[in-house]
């Protein structure tokens, strides 16, 4: 009978599965993520971390160590104590910054641990950092709770891992603020999350047509009254916006954890907000009611370079994104041609370089337009050939490694975290379902069209996006981001499929590694993670169908 022979399944899937855990690679029986470059494991006994541990630091792990010493007091109830590190140190917990460490980037490390102690050491601060994230990983799941656990044992097991991200200059999450708001406390949970996957870049989406969400001295209305609404209720409602201060705090916090913030004002489309609040702002040729398209000549200008000013103030030395992005989407004639796109851009870029000192980024719309500057890098998100763009005779990507034009990796079919999870849940499907196995199998550098690997070095990171028209709360946003995180972490830091022949398969790694310790990980934090109420449909999902 059908129920028989269902039976006999299960009991070969389970012998198959204890068949394939005998083979796992110690990486993926430890449950890293994301997946260091290299681990063994040693025969040499576990570390027992308990009150009487010994956090040993040297001058430049100070910041680390208290960073440690604070996570682990929340779960272990220990207060662990910090000394200055001895030359000779063979008990405890050893942190230090080796810049001679043998990485090629600033942010590898080296963790070593046996029965008698744990050491780390880092390139730089941000690498000590990431090896804290490490051991945090090692340790029983527990770890990751704020409350206090009982009759736990902290253990470490004896391992030597030598690691560095296969992405340096962006690992990391956007966040769409002007649709849906986010409070300050939500903006720290959110580094803590990209900082527990060794992501070190926030993508803070400030402006859109739903509202403006930073306080700008020189034009105050644009929060008296641009900041007024969400999504679907532009204008009415509370204000809803941070003050520079707050701001300040918030990019405190992400810099402490190694992320950094950089902001996007998106212009001179999408820019409701700001005309709501200056209707002189207004392009001429913007027809639409309510307009959300500014003008291009010097009044325009000038706002645009007032705003960037103080945004610089604010988030120091970091890219900083002006958008250009869907300009006469919607509009039934153009109001910008593609000259003046590009000539309003170059402008632009060519401030924010020269007299702000810092990278511009833009959209990929800019670049089709034709802005041509390799010193602005160009945020692809139009994968393929679909929709409006679907005339284009070369797909972005094509375009970009032929034209040697630096770029970050967002392609909306694989790293837009507002399209569903899969069939029959809540969230954008333009850009088709994105599961998270579609994300974790997702190659960056393979799957590009045309890839070319004398052209890698043009890919500057990858960034997963969470545009908030659907996402109303922070539940939401936990749904939509996790545990696609998780993959996304796979891919910026984890190295490619022909340097790692070990990598796990999305069915080995999720059971494995998302199953058995991450999903774990994140209940003890109290994430609200997709497939949390039906576990099942992890099981079940396959591109985005539950089979």
């Known amino acids: 009978s059908m129920k028989i022979k269902h039976v006999i399944l299960s009991f070969l899937f389970i012998g198959l599965q204890q ?3 005998q083979e796992l690679d110690a990486n993926t029986e430890l449950g890293i993520i994301p997946r260091p470059k290299s681990l063994q494991i040693l025969d040499a006994g576990a570390y027992e971390l308990t009150k009487n541990t010994v956090l040993h630091v040297d001058n430049q792990g100070m910041r680390e160590a208290q960073y440690l010493s604070d996570f682990l007091k929340g ?10 590190l001895k030359r000779k140190q063979t008990k405890g917990i050893v942190l230090r910054v080796d810049e001679q460490l043998e990485t090629e980037g600033l942010e590898g490390y080296l963790l070593n641990s046996n029965a008698e102690r744990v050491e780390i050491i880092g390139k730089s601060q941000a690498g000590l950092f990431y090896g804290i994230q490490t051991l945090l990983q090692l340790l029983p799941v527990e770890v990751f709770s704020s409350e206090a656990q009982n009759n736990v044992t902290w253990q470490v097991p004896a391992v030597t891992i030598q690691d560095e991200p296969l992405f340096h200059r962006f690992r990391g999450l956007h966040v769409d603020i002007s649709r849906h708001f986010r409070t300050q406390e939500e903006m720290f949970r959110i580094v803590d999350y990209l900082a527990m996957h060794k992501l070190n870049t926030l993508h803070l ?16 209305k644009l929060t008296e009254i641009g900041s007024i609404g969400e999504y679907k209720n532009e204008g009415k409602g509370a204000a809803l916006f941070f003050t520079q201060e707050e701001l300040k705090t918030i990019i405190e916090y992400a810099n402490a954890q190694h992320v950094k913030i950089f902001p996007e004002i998106d212009m001179p489309g999408h820019m409701m907000g700001a005309v709501r609040s200056y209707p002189h702002l207004k392009h001429s040729k913007e027809l639409r009611e309510p307009a959300r398209v500014i003008r291009g000549d010097d009044e325009g200008l000038n706002f645009c370079r007032n705003v960037l000013k103080e945004v610089r103030e604010v988030f120091g030395e970091v890219p900083i994104h002006i958008g250009f992005d869907e300009i006469n989407f919607g509009s039934e004639e153009p109001i910008y041609t593609d000259e003046e796109i590009t000539a309003f851009a ?42 409006w763009w679907s005339h284009f005779e070369m797909t972005i990507d094509q375009r970009l490694q032929e034209l040697d034009q630096p770029y970050i990796l967002s392609p909306a079919n694989r790293m837009y975290f507002d399209m569903k999870n899969a069939e029959g849940y809540e969230g954008h499907h333009w850009a088709g379902i994105v599961s998270v196995d579609m994300v974790y199998n997702w190659e960056p550098f393979r799957d590009l069209v045309d890839a070319d690997i004398t052209k890698r070095h043009l890919a500057q990171g990858i960034i997963g996006c969470t545009w908030s028209e659907f996402i109303p709360d922070f539940k939401t946003f936990q749904e939509r981001a996790f545990p696609r995180t998780a993959a996304l972490a796979e891919k910026a830091w984890g190295q490619p499929l022909e340097t790692d022949s070990q990598k796990p398969d999305w069915p080995t790694w999720r059971d494995s590694v998302l199953r058995r310790k991450q999903l774990l990980r994140y209940d003890a934090m109290g994430i609200y993670y997709w497939s949390k109420d039906k576990p099942e449909d992890l099981l079940k999902v396959k591109e985005g169908i539950l089979e």
Do not use: C, Q
């Open 19 to 21: 068949l394939n855990s």
């Open 75 to 84: 779960s272990t109830n220990f207060s662990l104590k910090i000394k200055r």
């Open 205 to 220: 989406h400030l402006t859109d047509d739903a509202g403006w969400r930073m306080e700008i001295k020189a034009y105050p």
């Open 346 to 387: 170059e402008k632009l870029t060519t401030y924010i370089k020269r007299e702000l000192g810092v990278t511009p980024i833009v959209w990929d719309d800019a670049f089709e337009k034709g802005l041509r500057d390799k010193e602005t890098l160009v945020h692809w998100w139009r994968p393929g050939t679909m929709h």
